[in-house]
């Protein structure tokens, strides 16, 4: 097939990880015969640099045209002042606001070879299979906000359609699943809380074979961390997933790891690893590029609906992370382009199993 693809590397190790992710997905191209074109545009702290704009016109009109878009990272110590008028998150959060990218999908599985690396006890984390589904467009991120001299604010404000989208999202991917939905919350003290679960509330009724549960978000952060096999998808509010997906990553033993798809009502969607643009080890070629490896099998997967494509890249992945090399921040030494360039042995020895490997594909039955 093909397609038309943006990436966006962004700042510090973005273009690093994403880099790899396109050696990745070229050779997808190659072994599966598709024809993959890519445009990168800028955005972030690098368009601020060149054009003054986070999110300059040119990088959106691609975006919005694309068939889907592979972002790295952005945000870095060098546009963080607290005081400066425009700012590279500035940029993501637009972006994500005029894809209407309201769903956002983190996945989070925790491979028996990394077990050790994560700070729980072994036996806590089998079975560990969790989908984090975050609203992506609402809440205090795109509120209003005020500042004077002695006072800021942040308006938290959600509508009842903005929280029915997201949460019918998260109970169809349930029905794929375990059949566990766990909505979070604060209904103790936020009103958005309130309306947020007594939606959840009135769409359960619509799925009686799914099960539903409520949790407090304070309490959920701890209960990640004390029994993070009981869920199977969870589905809160912006804020509260950005949190406690940062959280789960340390489950699974580092933030370079984890992957997402950020998904509205179109095929389109805006795909990037749940990890920021790591200044502290930017530019040496260690960034581990596993996440924004697996942010590309997931754009396969649902902007592209190459399932057997998106298995052969997870499979690649499995394989690398069994028997290395790791990076860095897994316990090893190997550098991004040598954990780029595992994946792709992995993946070329797949492919070329590949008759094999479709007989057991979930994809293929
Ligand atoms: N989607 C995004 O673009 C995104 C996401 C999160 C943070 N940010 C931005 O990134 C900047 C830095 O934020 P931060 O330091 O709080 O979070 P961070 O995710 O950039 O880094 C946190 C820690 O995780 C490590 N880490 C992150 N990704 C890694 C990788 N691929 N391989 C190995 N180690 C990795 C870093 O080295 C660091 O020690 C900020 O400006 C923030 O706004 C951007
Ligand atoms: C960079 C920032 C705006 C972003 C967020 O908070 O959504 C990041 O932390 C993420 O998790 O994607
Ligand atoms: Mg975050």
């Known amino acids: ?215 407090l978000v304070d309490s959920m952060a701890m209960l990640l961390l004390t029994q993070p096999s009981r869920y199977d998808v969870v589905v809160t509010e912006n804020l509260f997933g950005d949190i406690l997906t940062d959280e789960a990553a340390a489950l699974a033993g580092s933030l370079g790891l984890l992957p997402s798809a950020s998904l509205g009502d179109g095929r389109s969607g805006l795909y990037e690893p749940i990890h920021g643009s790591a200044p502290d080890i930017a530019g040496q070629g260690v960034a581990n590029p596993v996440g924004a490896i697996l942010s590309a099998a997931l754009l396969l997967r649902h902007s592209l609906s190459l399932e057997r494509e998106a298995l052969a890249v997870e499979a690649a992945v499995d394989r690398v992370l069994s028997h290395g090399p790791h990076s860095r921040d897994i316990g090893g030494n190997a550098g991004t382009a040598q954990v780029r360039d595992a994946v792709l042995a992995a993946l070329e020895e797949d492919a070329c199993a590949s008759v094999t490997f479709l007989r057991w594909s979930r994809a293929c039955g």
């Open 1 to 215: 097939m093909k397609a038309h693809i943006v990436t966006l590397p962004g700042d510090g190790v973005g273009p690093e990880v994403t880099a790899a992710a396109v050696a990745v997905l070229d050779a997808v191209a190659a072994h599966f015969d598709h024809d993959f074109r890519f445009e990168e545009h800028p955005i972030g702290g690098c368009a601020i640099d060149a054009s003054g704009d986070p999110l300059p016109p040119a990088s959106l009109a691609a975006c919005k045209a694309a068939d889907a878009v592979l972002l790295g990272a952005v945000g870095g110590p060098r546009w963080s002042d607290p005081n400066a008028r425009v700012r590279p998150e500035q940029g993501l959060l637009a972006l994500r606001a005029a894809l209407g990218v309201y769903a956002n999908l983190r996945p989070l599985q925790v491979h028996p070879a990394l077990a050790a690396l994560s700070p729980l006890k072994n036996e806590k984390l089998k079975h560990v299979d969790v989908l984090f589904v975050r609203e992506l467009t609402g809440g205090a991120y795109f509120g209003a906000k005020t500042r004077t001299s002695d006072s800021a604010s942040d308006e938290c404000r959600y509508t009842v359609a903005e929280v029915e989208r997201v949460v019918r999202r998260a109970f169809e991917l349930a029905r794929g699943r375990r059949r566990h939905v766990t909505s979070v919350d604060k209904a103790n003290v936020l009103e958005t809380s309130r309306l947020w679960r007594s939606t959840v509330q009135r769409i359960a009724a619509d799925y009686p074979d799914v099960k539903v549960e409520h949790q």
